[in-house]
């Protein structure tokens, strides 16, 4: 018994640390490039995205080289699934931020919850308890609370935030998805991936940059102080970009958007502390305690049994015997869990 506690222990630690490593880092790229771009004046978000994968594809040629990264395979369809849903996510918000209000932005971020869920349901067979889903829906109303002020929309801005949305749901499912299939690690799939994003990011993020902003990422005033926040940014990115994918890999796509929104807390915590009282009142307090009730809700109910666990597939057209049939379960062709 001793040795499952440590076991337990162990595991329980380790999921501390990537929440941890991820909400820094995303917290800290998010203040980073605030800086960067209200200050310093540099709009151009899919270029910057790519130098990210840029500076992360160095990191895992690195980790290649000390061992890090052992030798996998990942055929070639998958790998452009992945950069596609991944690259139209990266578009699709800078987009829908652009045409939408930033209400109706928040709206659209808070529904990638239940297309995730959506995904595991049809995918993978997931049950959820009824705990698990009022936890889910307490957390969307406490962030909405938060963060959604007015909102407004029109045509085009709904059909990018609904690319947006179904592309990073599916990108984040496809992370999981990889890993468990192919047996890889985080370091391992970022090693397949970082190299096709970087290079379809670089090359067209110029393009999709002038045509959201009318400038040329190459006719920007650099300076050192604004290329010094870019590089931070880039370097920040790397943790970034490899939390999200230990992050994913341990849990899942669900799980990593139901307590990532930790991350708007302590944004709106952080930008009270920087920044004054300005945008804190009554109601983001109470949002926010509403968001944190649910997370930890959350986190109790889909650790139950029967909280959120693999439903048994049925095979109505085969006629087995009875015994056969109270052995039959899903197998699990994609690796999930």
Same mark, same amino acid.
């Given at each position: ?11 329980a ?19 980073v490039?605030?800086?960067?771009m209200?200050y ?13 994968f ?8 690195v980790?290649?080289?000390?061992g ?12 452009a699934k992945f950069a596609?849903?991944?690259?139209f ?13 930033v ?11 239940p297309?995730?869920? /959506?995904?595991?349901? @049809?995918?993978?067979? $997931?049950?959820?308890? &009824?705990? #698990?889903?009022? %936890?889910?829906? !307490? ?22 935030a609904a690319?947006?949305v ?14 468990k ?15 096709v ?21 190459d ?18 990115? /790397?943790?970034?970009? @490899?939390?999200?994918? $230990?992050c994913?890999? &341990?849990? #899942?796509?669900? %799980?990593?958007? !139901? ?27 109470l ?21 959120k666990?693999?439903?048994?597939f ?24």
């Amino acid at each position: 018994m001793p040795p499952v506690n440590t076991k337990a222990e162990r595991k329980a630690l380790l999921d501390v640390g990537s929440w941890l490593f991820n909400i820094t880092t995303s917290v800290g790229i998010i203040m980073v490039n605030k800086q960067l771009m209200n200050y310093y004046g540099f709009s151009f978000a899919t270029t910057l995205t790519g130098l990210h994968f840029t500076m992360t594809t160095l990191m895992t040629v690195v980790l290649r080289c000390m061992g890090y990264i052992q030798p996998s395979n990942l055929p070639v369809l998958d790998l452009a699934k992945f950069a596609l849903s991944a690259n139209f996510s990266i578009v699709g918000m800078n987009v829908s931020l652009m045409w939408n209000s930033v209400g109706f932005y928040q709206i659209a971020k808070l529904s990638m919850i239940p297309v995730s869920c /959506v995904f595991e349901v @049809l995918f993978d067979k $997931i049950g959820y308890s &009824r705990d #698990t889903k009022l %936890s889910i829906m !307490v957390v969307l109303f406490g962030v909405a609370i938060c963060t959604v002020s007015d909102v407004s929309v029109n045509m085009k801005g709904f059909i990018a935030a609904a690319i947006a949305v179904w592309s990073t749901a599916l990108q984040q499912y496809y992370v999981h998805y990889l890993q468990k299939k192919y047996s890889l690690s985080s370091f391992d799939l970022l090693g397949h991936t970082a190299p096709v994003q970087a290079a379809s990011l670089i090359m067209a993020g110029p393009l999709v940059d002038y045509w959201l902003t009318g400038s040329r990422v190459d006719s920007y005033d650099y300076n050192i102080y604004s290329t010094f926040f870019i590089i931070l940014s880039c370097l920040i990115a /790397v943790g970034t970009n @490899l939390s999200q994918f $230990i992050c994913i890999g &341990r849990f #899942t796509a669900v %799980s990593f958007q !139901v307590i990532g929104h930790m991350k708007t807390v302590l944004v709106l915590v952080l930008g009270f502390f920087l920044f004054g009282r300005q945008g804190m009142n009554i109601q983001v307090v109470l949002g926010m305690i509403l968001a944190v009730v649910g997370m930890i809700w959350y986190g109790n109910a889909s650790s139950k049994p029967g909280g959120k666990e693999k439903r048994p597939f049925s095979t109505p057209i085969l006629k087995v015997s009875k015994g056969a049939a109270n052995g039959l379960e899903d197998e699990d062709v994609g690796g999930k869990v």
